[in-house]
């Protein structure tokens, strides 16, 4: 994880979320909505305390491995398990659900390196492996048929994808990341602000399965969803979003970060945050030649 380069658009809406943020006064923070580690570890550098949450069960690993962590690492004798005989046939997938969402062989692979995960001595080297298996999915899906000959074997990608993770942020700062329900996390948790990543928030209400829940649970895994049964009409998210703000009330400020695209809109936004406390800003960000959306952050 380094912040030299923000490749893609989430990274850049991450670098315009620090910026604002760095203009607040708080040493305690709250994210109800993760999604991307990012945030949480460049504040935990900042020695901030961090608390996040996610739905994903993947996302809150790579949460565990990368801002919860703080001094773990994978030794030489735990790569070595997890990639003993990683491509080689078992009687049968463990999951066979994997197939689904690769090859034979690469299924194998994926089958393989979970089992051995299961093997490793802590849930910290748990999850810093599984964070490197979702990076090497990404890079075998970022090929196509008519790329796929310039693909590497995996274990080789996953062995270059660990040589070049940065090293767990040693702080004595707090930091805790939770997997539970938006609004059971925010009931149970402190810190001077909370910030609210509505995209992210609106994006967990679509059902859809993901190939490294799945690879994490099991075949028969899915996502708990349940808050989000109300998510099938924009009135339906704006009362979810009210909900969690009545609850919010213990924070001394919020940041409530979008994008500005119609389904989401400041002025509707400013209006439901203004029933429960005074908007301070509105921080803006144009990110039209990219996406043709505005960013918008309302604090209150």
């Given at each position: 994880m380094t912040f030299q380069k923000l490749a893609s658009f989430d990274e850049?809406?991450?670098?315009?979320e620090l910026s604002v943020l760095h203009r607040l006064d708080f040493q305690s923070i709250a994210i109800p909505i993760t999604v991307d580690p990012y945030i949480g570890v460049f504040l935990k550098r900042r020695g901030i305390s961090v608390s996040t949450n996610d739905l994903s069960q993947a996302d809150w690993h790579r949460a565990i491995a990368t801002v919860q962590n703080s001094n773990e690492i994978l030794e030489p004798s735990d790569i070595d398990l997890i990639l003993e005989d990683a491509?080689?046939?078992?009687?049968?997938l463990r999951n066979s659900a994997l197939e689904i969402y690769f090859s034979t062989i690469d299924a194998i692979w994926f089958d393989n390196v979970r089992r051995h995960l299961d093997s490793l001595k802590s849930n910290l080297k748990f999850a810093i492996a599984a964070d490197i298996v979702f990076r090497v999915g990404k890079y075998l899906q970022s090929f196509g048929t008519e790329n796929a000959h310039l693909r590497r074997p995996l274990s080789k990608v996953f062995l270059e994808l660990h040589s070049k993770m940065e090293p767990p942020i040693n702080s004595a700062i707090a930091a805790r990341s939770s997997c539970m329900q938006p609004q059971d996390f925010i009931a149970e948790?402190?810190?001077?602000?909370?910030?609210?990543r509505l995209n992210q928030l609106?994006?967990?209400g679509i059902n859809k399965q993901d190939w490294r829940d799945v690879w994490l649970r099991g075949s028969e895994s899915k996502a708990d969803k349940s808050s989000f049964e109300n998510f099938t009409s924009?009135?339906?998210?704006l009362q979810y979003l009210a909900d969690l703000l009545d609850r919010a009330s213990h924070f001394r400020t919020w940041a409530l970060s979008f994008c500005d695209n119609g389904l989401l809109n400041a002025e509707e936004l400013v209006e439901?945050?203004?029933?429960f406390r005074k908007v301070e800003?509105?921080?803006t960000k144009d990110f039209s030649e990219l996406t043709g959306q505005k960013a918008k952050i309302i604090v209150a």
């Open positions: 850049i809406f991450v670098g315009f491509y080689e046939p078992q009687t049968h948790s402190g810190g001077h602000i909370m910030l609210l609106l994006a967990a924009r009135s339906g998210f439901i945050v203004g029933k800003a509105i921080y």
